[in-house]
């Protein structure tokens, strides 16, 4: 079958690069891709949320099968595009439609749903604008820490964790009065600060059954030992050695099957993944938040884990046979180093050309932010390469990660050395 990815970065090369070990992919193509898929597969120059270039594509190279990499063509309704079109409307999508996808796209939408279903999350209150004063004034009967959410898509930097009440009520007038986000944050979630360990659940659904895909922990601090700005993710993890089956399994009573209920409940027809941010509470979970599709980081670590072939996965998905899957998982671990432009995530350069990929051994190498310029291979985004390995230990695919990370070479690189250490002994 032909089969499109919609997406740029090392989720997508990773769906890629798993889609094209299956001998039922026919042609593989990436929308708009990296150099890493233009290798694996046909690149197509279209944005991500150009719906009617996509149809385009779609149709002049017979796609049986799409698969939604990222949020902003989700919540922007790309699903119900399909299901309205009627050139198009035959194919398949992994991914939930524009309702669905609020449970991403409105952090006030998911958390009425987490509350309204028993979910376990923290208490919060959602406030706009005209209801600052209000805002300021629970701020001060609230304990702190206090967390303070833009309600839409911020690109990953619409959360602010406010240590005093001084900055809680400026953070609170900047997003709101000032637009600190944009529309973004037009409402804020004030949320209960949660203590423990985050972890991340992975759930392909469809709209029925379900089948939980490896967990993962990943690294949003640019610096070693969680220093530093929040990123879009500087590595991950997986498995993760706190998240046992009795964990898991507290997870799916009280989590994964009131959503999956919930949603159905709600008369949403959600096909595709749910990622479930967690906070372990001394081995209790809570809800941080819901993601619509796959993390990133997250998926470098998750799909090679997978042994299944993945095109049967999103079969079954998209024909409601999920209860016919049995996963099979391989029991080692994988660690995923993500190498970072200078300066990331503040201003950095692009266009510099990356060297001695062809020296890595005993990884996978998945691209990020990169593009080919005349036959080179340059950095066009702030996190640029992952690097993948497989160990019997966190240490021991630390340790192949890491010498892949010091191997690859452009100027200014940047990487931590120390993803997933702080489980061991856990």
Known sequence: ???????????????????????????????????????????????????????????????????????????????????????IKHIPVIGPDKIGAQLEGSKDFSKNFMQKYGIPTAASRTFTEAQLE??????????????LKADGLA??????????????KRTLKEMLADKLFGEASAKVVIEQFLKGIEASVFVLTDGE?????????????IGEKDTGPNTGGMGAVSPVPFADATFIKKVEDRVIIPTINGLKKEGIRYKGFIFIGLMSDNGEPFVIEYNARMGDPETEVVFPRIQNDIVDLFVATAENKLNEIKLSIDPRTATTVMLVAGGYPGDYAKGQEITKLEDVRDVTVFHAGTKNADGKIVTNGGRVIAVTGFGNSIPEALEKSNKAAAAIQWEGKNYRRDIGLDLVNI
């Open 155 to 168: 690109a990953g930097k619409g959360v602010i964790i406010a240590e005093d009440l001084t900055t809680a």
């Open 134 to 147: 209000e805002g300021l004034t629970y701020l001060e009967t609230q304990a702190l820490p206090i967390v």
């Open 1 to 87: 079958m032909n089969i499109l990815i919609i997406g740029s970065g090392g989720r997508e090369h990773t769906f890629a690069w798993k889609l094209k070990q299956s001998p039922k992919c026919s042609n593989l193509y990436v929308a708009p891709g990296n150099a890493g898929t233009e290798q694996i597969a046909t690149n197509l120059a279209i944005d991500v949320t150009d719906f009617k270039g996509i149809e385009s594509a779609c149709i002049k190279n017979n796609i049986n099968l799409v698969i939604v990499g990222p949020e902003a063509p989700l919540v922007a309704g790309i699903v119900n595009y399909f299901q309205a079109t009627e050139s």
């Open 209 to 221: 059954h379900y089948v939980i895909l490896p967990e993962a922990k990943d690294y949003k601090r």
